[in-house]
């Protein structure tokens, strides 16, 4: 099974608990409400995960109350 | 050639005019099935699903939705699903957008024949039509009354009805629509050509996108690149209105000059500037915008594409800052309320746009200002950024891209109105201005 590489984030289901920029905040900030911010600029939807860091975004994941993320394996 | 559509008993009063160019969409209009196949052939079914992919790939088919993806591709992707579904999707819900509505009430045959082509392809055994109430949907039934009693369709179709929100139309709407929850897009984090419709591989076309299918298959990939350019070949259907003009619906080949396109829709008169791809389109200036090719290419350089072919063309006279402060309105409005960014961040951003709109026609009652707040006596020069700063905050943040395509619009607004940014931070607007 090849390793996920990419962070997706539901919109639908994110509350702005704010974990994910806690465990994560190599990738993730949070804005004025609360809510997920990429820290890089780009749109906060689909993060590519570098290798290095995916323990952080597996605990990431496992740590969002509103279980808004998972990793994916993603072909665009 | 001009006319309206030709039926003796379709209610077509509220249909919008049609511009034909023979030998494509429009002209392969029939008011029942005889005629159709007498005008168009039968429905050539038994091609195959690897040669049919291939000739939509050589054909250079992309989807007529909006998002202009690869149809082959899709297609392909479907044909190795278990248990797959096909949809036509001709919800239309962009209020400027009258193409799809035409094309299933004029040619309802050719839609239908593209969704049977796919469902066979991909060995499809459900196959939906979602569209909005209105007269193409009833003409579009009839279609499928008849070609039931005919026994033409392999895969039966049922039919589900938009309701007119504007993110109706988006793909994972769509399926929602269908299981029969609201119509709101979803989380996206499986394709919906892997996981669709009640998490079966599902192919989601636009009804002209399926049309234009079924002239292929009939035709060939050498015919349909016949016209529109070699990146971009074939023709589209484009909705075209000015205010108070329109909506005419024209069907023109891919790179055609954008004030040709307005010619050919019976647009006269001056243009200030135009919004190319509906309320999640991009503002050209007239100038050089009239001259650019309606093509991928050449609007990419404004920050703009063909989209679904919605063009508005906005006179001199009017406020493109007070345009597009009411779009933006609306489409905040038209919000599915599911992600805070685009809930909360929309709103905030259409207040402070109509803010700047309302700064350019001071003691002007008629002019959209900010609810709940009173009249600016000066312009605030801070507004320009902070549109700026709210609109990094909604875009890119969202299950689906209205927050990104509402940006857009306002970003080619501030643009290509930049003069009228500057006059209205002075508190007077250059509309009707010689100079522009």
């Given at each position: 099974m090849t390793r996920p590489r990419v962070l997706h984030l539901d919109w639908t289901a994110c509350a702005g608990h704010g974990q994910c920029a806690e465990l994560l905040p190599e990738l993730l900030r949070r804005d004025e409400l609360g809510y997920p911010l990429a820290v890089d600029g780009g749109p906060t939807r689909d993060l590519v995960v570098p290798p290095e860091l995916a323990a952080h975004a597996e605990r990431a994941v496992s740590g969002c109350p509103r279980l808004a993320l998972r990793l994916i394996n993603r072909r665009d | 050639m001009t006319g309206t559509l030709a039926s003796s008993d379709a209610p077509l009063g509220s249909l919008a005019s049609v511009r034909v160019v023979p030998g494509r969409l429009l002209a392969a209009a029939a008011p029942d099935l005889d005629s159709h196949v007498a005008r168009n052939g039968v429905l050539p079914y038994d091609l195959g699903t690897g040669p049919l992919v291939a000739e939509v790939e050589a054909a250079g088919l992309t989807g007529r939705g909006g998002a202009a993806f690869p149809t082959w591709r899709k297609l392909l992707a479907a044909a190795h699903g278990q248990r797959t579904v096909v949809i036509a999707n001709a919800a239309e819900s962009e209020p400027a957008s009258a193409k799809d509505a035409t094309l299933l009430a004029s040619a309802p045959h050719l839609v239908l024949d593209g969704l049977q082509l796919a469902a066979a392809a991909i060995n499809a055994q459900e196959a939906y039509l979602y569209a909005k109430d209105g007269p193409a949907l009833v003409l579009a039934q009839r279609a499928l009354v008849e070609r039931q009693a005919r026994g033409v369709d392999r895969t039966r179709v049922r039919v589900v009805v938009a309701p007119?929100?504007?993110?109706?139309?988006e793909e994972t709407a769509v399926l929602a629509g269908i299981e029969g929850r609201d119509a709101l897009p979803r989380d996206k984090a499986r394709l919906v050509v892997e996981f669709?419709?009640?998490?079966r591989p599902t192919l989601v076309h636009n009804a002209e996108t399926l049309a234009q299918l079924a002239l292929i298959a009939r035709h060939g990939a050498r015919w349909f690149r016949?016209?529109?350019?070699?990146g971009e070949p074939g023709t589209f259907l484009a909705t075209v209105s000015s205010p108070g003009t329109g909506p005419v619906v024209v069907e023109m080949p891919y790179g055609t000059p954008l004030g040709e396109l307005l010619g050919l829709a019976g647009l006269s008169g001056p243009v200030g500037a135009v919004l190319v791809g509906g309320y999640h389109g991009g503002w050209v200036p007239a100038n050089p915008g009239l001259s650019l090719p309606v093509s991928r290419a050449a609007l990419a350089a404004w920050?703009?594409?063909?989209?679904?072919?919605v063009v508005f063309a906005l006179p001199p006279t009017a406020c493109g800052l007070d345009t597009a402060a009411r779009i933006l309105a609306y489409l905040a409005e038209q919000s599915?309320?599911?992600c805070a960014p685009c809930f909360t961040g929309l709103p905030r951003l259409a207040s402070v746009a109509a803010a700047l709109a309302a700064a350019g026609h001071p003691?002007?009652?008629?002019r959209l200002a900010p609810a709940g707040q009173r009249a600016l006596s000066l312009p605030d020069p801070a507004l320009p950024g902070e549109l700026s700063r709210l609109s990094a905050l909604v875009s890119g943040r969202g299950a689906c891209h209205h927050p990104d395509g509402s940006v857009r619009m306002l970003r080619t607004a501030l643009g290509t109105f930049a003069g009228d940014v500057q006059a209205h931070l002075d508190g007077y607007c250059l509309a009707g201005r010689s100079h522009r």
């Amino acid at each position: 099974m090849t390793r996920p590489r990419v962070l997706h984030l539901d919109w639908t289901a994110c509350a702005g608990h704010g974990q994910c920029a806690e465990l994560l905040p190599e990738l993730l900030r949070r804005d004025e409400l609360g809510y997920p911010l990429a820290v890089d600029g780009g749109p906060t939807r689909d993060l590519v995960v570098p290798p290095e860091l995916a323990a952080h975004a597996e605990r990431a994941v496992s740590g969002c109350p509103r279980l808004a993320l998972r990793l994916i394996n993603r072909r665009d | 050639m001009t006319g309206t559509l030709a039926s003796s008993d379709a209610p077509l009063g509220s249909l919008a005019s049609v511009r034909v160019v023979p030998g494509r969409l429009l002209a392969a209009a029939a008011p029942d099935l005889d005629s159709h196949v007498a005008r168009n052939g039968v429905l050539p079914y038994d091609l195959g699903t690897g040669p049919l992919v291939a000739e939509v790939e050589a054909a250079g088919l992309t989807g007529r939705g909006g998002a202009a993806f690869p149809t082959w591709r899709k297609l392909l992707a479907a044909a190795h699903g278990q248990r797959t579904v096909v949809i036509a999707n001709a919800a239309e819900s962009e209020p400027a957008s009258a193409k799809d509505a035409t094309l299933l009430a004029s040619a309802p045959h050719l839609v239908l024949d593209g969704l049977q082509l796919a469902a066979a392809a991909i060995n499809a055994q459900e196959a939906y039509l979602y569209a909005k109430d209105g007269p193409a949907l009833v003409l579009a039934q009839r279609a499928l009354v008849e070609r039931q009693a005919r026994g033409v369709d392999r895969t039966r179709v049922r039919v589900v009805v938009a309701p007119p929100r504007f993110v109706a139309g988006e793909e994972t709407a769509v399926l929602a629509g269908i299981e029969g929850r609201d119509a709101l897009p979803r989380d996206k984090a499986r394709l919906v050509v892997e996981f669709g419709l009640r998490g079966r591989p599902t192919l989601v076309h636009n009804a002209e996108t399926l049309a234009q299918l079924a002239l292929i298959a009939r035709h060939g990939a050498r015919w349909f690149r016949e016209a529109g350019t070699a990146g971009e070949p074939g023709t589209f259907l484009a909705t075209v209105s000015s205010p108070g003009t329109g909506p005419v619906v024209v069907e023109m080949p891919y790179g055609t000059p954008l004030g040709e396109l307005l010619g050919l829709a019976g647009l006269s008169g001056p243009v200030g500037a135009v919004l190319v791809g509906g309320y999640h389109g991009g503002w050209v200036p007239a100038n050089p915008g009239l001259s650019l090719p309606v093509s991928r290419a050449a609007l990419a350089a404004w920050d703009a594409a063909p989209g679904a072919g919605v063009v508005f063309a906005l006179p001199p006279t009017a406020c493109g800052l007070d345009t597009a402060a009411r779009i933006l309105a609306y489409l905040a409005e038209q919000s599915a309320r599911q992600c805070a960014p685009c809930f909360t961040g929309l709103p905030r951003l259409a207040s402070v746009a109509a803010a700047l709109a309302a700064a350019g026609h001071p003691g002007n009652p008629g002019r959209l200002a900010p609810a709940g707040q009173r009249a600016l006596s000066l312009p605030d020069p801070a507004l320009p950024g902070e549109l700026s700063r709210l609109s990094a905050l909604v875009s890119g943040r969202g299950a689906c891209h209205h927050p990104d395509g509402s940006v857009r619009m306002l970003r080619t607004a501030l643009g290509t109105f930049a003069g009228d940014v500057q006059a209205h931070l002075d508190g007077y607007c250059l509309a009707g201005r010689s100079h522009r």
